[in-house]
């Protein structure tokens, strides 16, 4: 099939590989002319496990190709998925200027029937306007579907070529068979193809979110009450799990979610119901606790080091929102980094992917460090913000030996408190006592 996906962002990329890896030709067009050279290079703008080899691939199988020219890849395409970004205005709404300026431009180099995909996070009645502003711009056959995606970063590949579920969004029969005939292949071994009208489509990926982070917010808010009236969160969370009803997933307390997609989609779900006289206050909640947690870590390392960090070193293990990826959209590190520096903290941080995004938000105000064990010469408490995997299992009888102090502030409830007082550190986790 001829595809062309406008938009080579982080969805947009990671979709584009994955359908020319199934055998398609795919245009991916972008204005930044800078990075679009970059792509023909195989250079990926972004960390992504397997992305640039699933890029690169496709590139010398002629496959997949990158231009700027979207009339070009309008004209010589089928089906035409629309993957630029929506932004966040101050009032929590999707900007969805980038949406509209390409629906335009898809108007006006049709040349025959096309489907249109939103596959941008958009708010419910996108497709519509989308529909409308195409409408004004030709004269030719079209339909417009809502197709959200549900990638994880750190496992977006893998996400796109063994989904879950599909979710199409359509009010036609024809453009549901094109779709339909699109994503077979990624559904060999069963149909997971979800077929729906194109607003509740779009409500979907907001609902999807929005019940993750609400998720979390919910064990956060239990892991404080632990804390007060002497529980163990990790208990609890075993216990709760165990009821297939709940479920183990997104049950981890810590220092909250962040990244680019359940605070933007929360926010802009938030809007959606004000615009429609309706007060979500779930949804509210759990964007309020998830805000408060990282107040709440914070307090815990003045209340134990000292209101005034002067003179104190901090060491960060952890950048990004998560691991397996480079993003700092919405990371708790950055809150709390600059939090401590308020404090007139000195901190020593390093991350295996997001030294360089990091250096965007903090420039020369902290220290980067080569490697994790680096970071903590000297300091007198180490922050663990994200469970990257080599920190799981760290030399501790290094780290004591490094650290002034061995006080570790564990972000992610990673570590076995009990054994690491038996050697000799104090260690703070969200949900347990701490003594």
């Known amino acids: 099939m001829k595809v062309a996906v406008i938009g080579t962002g982080y969805v947009g990329l990671v979709a584009g590989a994955c359908i020319a890896d199934m055998g398609n030709d795919v245009i991916c067009v972008d204005k930044n002319i800078d990075k679009l050279e970059q792509l023909k290079q195989g250079v990926i703008p972004i960390y992504e496990p397997g992305l640039d080899e699933l890029v690169q691939s ?218 429609n006289n309706y007060d979500l206050s779930i949804i509210k909640a759990a964007n309020t606790v998830n805000k408060k947690q990282r107040e709440i870590f914070i307090n815990k390392i003045t209340e134990k080091l000292g209101d005034n960090l002067s003179g104190k070193t901090i060491a960060v293990w952890g950048l990004s929102f998560k691991p397996k990826t480079n993003d700092m959209r919405e990371a708790p590190s950055v809150t709390i980094i600059n939090n401590l520096l308020e404090h007139n903290a000195k901190i020593k941080a390093y991350d295996p992917k997001a030294i360089e995004n990091a250096k965007l938000y903090f420039g020369n105000e902290i220290e980067y460090s080569e490697n994790a064990y680096s970071a903590l010469d000297g300091a007198d408490a180490l922050l663990l913000l994200t469970e990257w995997n080599e920190f799981r299992r760290p030399d501790f009888d290094r780290i004591k030996s490094l650290m002034k102090t061995p006080l570790i502030f564990d972000g992610r409830n990673q570590y076995n408190t009990k054994s690491l007082a038996n050697l000799g550190f104090t260690c703070i986790q969200t949900g347990i006592t701490n003594s």
């Not at 609890?236 to 997933?249: E, F, H, L, Q, Y």
């Open 58 to 275: 496709n590139i010398e199988e002629n496959r997949l190709i990158f231009s700027s020219n979207i009339d070009m890849a309008v004209k010589t395409s089928q089906i035409c998925f629309i993957a630029v970004g929506t932004p966040q205005e101050e009032d929590g709404s999707a900007d969805l200027q980038h949406v509209f300026d390409v629906a335009e431009s898809i108007g006006r180099a049709m040349n025959g029937y096309k489907v249109i995909v939103n596959k941008s996070t958009v708010p419910v009645g996108t497709a519509e306007k989308v529909s409308e502003i195409i409408k004004e711009n030709t004269t030719y056959p079209f339909d417009v579907i809502s197709n959200p995606e549900f990638l994880k970063q750190g496992n977006a590949v893998d996400d796109f070529l063994h989904p879950d579920r599909v979710i199409i969004g359509s009010n036609s029969e024809k453009a549901t068979h094109i779709m339909q005939e699109l994503y077979a292949p990624f559904f060999r071994t069963g149909n997971r193809v979800i077929i729906m009208d194109t607003k509740s489509a779009e409500l979907t990926k907001y609902a999807s979110n929005c019940f993750l982070a609400t998720k979390i917010s919910f064990m956060n808010e239990l892991a404080n009450l632990c804390e007060k009236i002497g529980a163990d969160i990790e208990q609890v969370r075993v216990g709760m799990s165990a009821d297939p009803r709940i479920g183990n997933k997104f049950l981890f307390p810590g220092i909250g979610y962040g990244g680019s997609c359940f605070p933007k989609d929360i926010k802009a779900l938030l809007n959606t119901a004000a615009e």
